[in-house]
């Protein structure tokens, strides 16, 4: 079946731009994450939804950062007036629930902010 | 908080050889998930090896192995008879919630 998967895979921002990077994860998964990963690091959480509810935002850097999943399938990552330090490669995950399942990885959106 | 240790950025293995990847881990939950997951250069996160906590026997995934120390709080992957495939960046995670915390990652390289 299909994986997760990650749209664009490669986003070029200028500085101040808003940006929208978006996840479909596997169908019938009820759990989904979003990770950013800087250059040589591992990953690090931002937030996690059960179907359509945020439960977790505690790893969001700062509020002009915001997720959602309206529908409890596809999710939107939204970064908005984008600064140099949001350059990375953002992660999303799904699993069929929390807690110990397994998380299947999409290949990520590389950002880079200039 | 959690937090997970990979000590070693760089490690290297001749080809059939083994090798052993170190990962400690601090949590103050009783119940918890250790997880292993490689990342290729192609960047796509994959599973190699899963552990519950509350279990005792190391878990086994045909050349993976784990050797979990709950009272160390230690958890090392040993990959035999490596292969060139196996190059990648390995990642430790624990997961004692909703949310994965992953080290820094070691980067393994196999020489043929």
């Known amino acids: 079946g299909a994986g997760v998967s990650q749209s664009p895979r490669y986003k070029v921002a200028k500085r101040g731009q808003d940006v929208a990077l978006r996840c479909d994860p596997i169908?019938?998964?009820?759990?989904l994450f979003w990770y950013q990963q800087a250059l040589g690091q591992g990953p690090e959480f931002l937030t996690y939804f059960q179907n359509e509810a945020q439960l977790d935002k505690s790893g969001l850097p700062s509020d002009r950062f915001f997720a959602e999943r309206p529908e409890g399938s596809v999710s939107t990552l939204k970064i908005q007036r984008t600064q140099q330090e949001d350059s990375a490669v953002y992660l999303c995950?799904?699993?069929?629930?929390?807690?110990?399942?397994?998380?299947?990885f999409g290949p990520g959106t590389r950002l880079t902010v200039t | 908080a959690q937090t997970v240790t990979q000590s070693q950025p760089e490690m290297s293995v001749q080809e059939a050889e083994t090798v052993t990847l170190s990962c400690t881990y601090d949590t103050s939950e009783s119940d918890y998930y250790l997880f292993w997951y490689k990342q290729p250069p192609s960047r796509q996160m994959i599973l190699v090896i899963r552990?519950?906590?509350?279990?005792?026997q190391n878990a086994t995934e045909n050349r993976f192995s784990v050797n979990f120390q709950k009272a160390a709080k230690s958890f090392s992957l040993k990959i035999s008879d490596s292969q060139l495939g196996d190059a990648a960046m390995y990642f430790c995670g624990n997961n004692a919630g909703n949310m994965l915390t992953f080290g820094g990652g070691t980067r393994l390289m196999v020489k043929p």
């Open positions: 169908s019938g998964h009820v759990s």
């Open positions: 995950a799904s699993s069929f629930l929390a807690g110990g399942y397994e998380q299947y």
């Open positions: 552990q519950e906590a509350y279990k005792q």
